[in-house]
């Protein structure tokens, strides 16, 4: 099985007290969604996942968005930060 680092490029807290979290290829082609709950461990800048688990972006402009916040992302933290 092959295996991919992805970025986090988006989180939001909601309603029901869980945090929605969106990982990122650097080319913003690909992503993951993930939902946990609040009292979880704090999430990473980067996590390596199977490529299986993760989804094309099929808009042209949400995928050049998650390509840049991947960018800052990787300029400003290690893989391994929380954040």
Do not use: I
């Not at 092959?2 to 029901?16: G, I, N, P």
């Amino acid at each position: 099985m092959s295996e991919t680092r992805v970025w986090l490029v988006y989180r939001e807290y909601t309603d029901k007290g869980l945090l929605s979290l969106v990982y990122a290829t650097p080319d913003g082609e690909r992503v993951l969604h993930k939902e946990r709950s609040l009292h979880a461990a704090e999430p990473t800048a980067a996590t390596t996942v199977d490529d299986d688990t993760l989804e094309p972006v099929t808009d042209a402009e949400r995928r050049e968005q998650y390509q840049k916040e991947v960018g800052r992302m990787m300029e400003r933290h290690d893989p391994e930060d929380v954040v």
